[in-house]
């Protein structure tokens, strides 16, 4: 069974640009949850997407959004960036993940965004 | 404010040896608290989960214990490998309960160096 893909894998983008991340999560996984991992703040919880909808959503700003897909796919997009957006991005899928659920959670390997 | 402390921050050990990491919380009341192993470069993996009525839970050589009077978890990693250096994260997850989410609180994590 193929794991969670994300791509790109790395990025390098300017202040004041936007970005388009994707993440294919596990095949039969219908929740995907967005994290940003960075050395100073460790991981945040971004949001969660659950059959296309937005189902919990962490405390960052409105830059940061993200939708999914029929077939469970999903993107994050970033607009406007900044110096502080530098971050390793994180997807995960579970089978139901939220809810109060102990569905294992699956993370991909991540897309470095560097931003100058 | 939810929060997540681990100790210690680093740790280093020789092969063969056993450790046991910490984790403090003071999120209340949850739903389960999960253990991750991060290798360098790669996403989190699961290592255990447990809901607030499970005591202890034990995936190969990690074992995880739970007191949620005192809201502290431990990992004990037995008989080290050069393979466990990594970085151990504890995360807890919110129950509807205590404010109608379920965003998880990342610790910031404990990094392990096993030398031979």
């Known amino acids: 069974k193929a794991g969670v893909t994300q791509t790109p894998r790395y990025l390098i983008k300017t202040r004041g640009q936007q970005v388009t991340l994707s993440c294919s999560p596990i095949s039969g996984h219908r929740s995907v949850s967005w994290y940003q991992q960075t050395p100073g703040q460790g991981l945040q919880f971004l949001f969660e997407y659950f059959s296309e909808t937005q189902r919990n959503k962490g405390n960052f700003p409105g830059r940061f959004s993200g939708r999914q897909f029929s077939n469970s796919r999903s993107e994050m997009n970033v607009s406007t960036l900044e110096l502080g957006d530098s971050a390793l991005y994180l997807c995960?899928?579970?089978?139901?993940?939220?809810?109060?659920?102990?569905?294992?959670?699956?993370f991909g390997p991540g897309t470095r965004l560097t931003v100058l | 404010k939810n929060q997540v402390e681990q100790s210690p921050q680093s740790l280093i050990i020789l092969e063969g040896k056993n450790c046991t990491l910490q984790c403090n919380y003071t999120v209340s009341p949850f739903s389960n608290l999960r253990w991750y192993k991060q290798d360098t470069g790669r996403g989190p993996v699961s290592l255990t989960i447990?809901?607030?009525?499970?005591n202890t839970k034990s995936n190969g050589r990690y074992t995880a214990t739970l007191d949620a009077d005192t809201k502290q978890s431990s990992l004990h990693i037995t008989a080290s490998q050069l393979s466990d250096s990594a970085s151990y994260i504890c995360v807890v997850i919110p129950s509807f309960a205590s404010g109608g989410s379920y965003i998880p609180t990342f610790g910031r994590g404990t990094s392990l160096i096993v030398h031979p």
């Open positions: 447990m809901t607030f009525s499970e």
């Open positions: 995960a899928s579970s089978l139901g993940w939220t809810s109060g659920s102990v569905d294992e959670q699956f």
